[in-house]
């Protein structure tokens, strides 16, 4: 497991990577939205941007409300106050568990590495203990 809690400063530090991931995501995003407006332009000409173009407006659209949802609604902070924590949420998604952490801001901090049942006691009981609700 790779979330401890600091008890000094209060803290929950989470050591998953999921800043770099989600730094990639972004940059692929931004490269994807620069694209789909570059190409058509200076590519494409008046024949193909028929049917392409409509493909790359598609392709713009869809990088830019998932940038938008991972600027508003996603964090990839690696230590946070307990302060800052609402809850620790558990979905089913596709017959599998996973959790994250609601802020009280809106946003949502995953928990990608938790990957056996042993992992999800230790961290349940752990937010137990520091006062946190489980929803």
């Known amino acids: 497991m790779k979330i401890k809690f600091n008890e000094i400063e209060k803290t929950i530090e989470i050591k998953d990577g999921l800043k770099k991931q989600y730094l990639l995501m ?3 995003l931004i490269f994807t ?3 789909s407006v570059l190409f058509p332009l200076f590519v494409l000409d008046e024949k193909q941007m028929e049917w392409m173009g409509f493909i790359w407006i598609i392709l713009g659209n869809f990088s830019i409300v998932l940038f938008t949802y991972q600027i508003l609604k996603k964090t990839a902070s690696e230590k946070l106050n307990i302060s800052e924590i ?3 949420t558990e979905k089913q998604v596709f017959g599998r568990k996973r959790f994250s952490l609601k802020l009280k801001n809106g946003k949502f901090r995953d928990l990608m ?3 056996n049942e042993s992992d999800i006691i ?3 009981e752990m937010f137990e203990n520091i006062g946190i609700q489980i929803s």
Do not use: D, G, Q
């Open 113 to 115: 590495e938790m990957k």
């Open 86 to 88: 609402s809850s620790l």
């Open 122 to 124: 230790k961290t349940k």
């Open 33 to 35: 939205l620069i694209n």
């Open 26 to 28: 972004n940059v692929s």
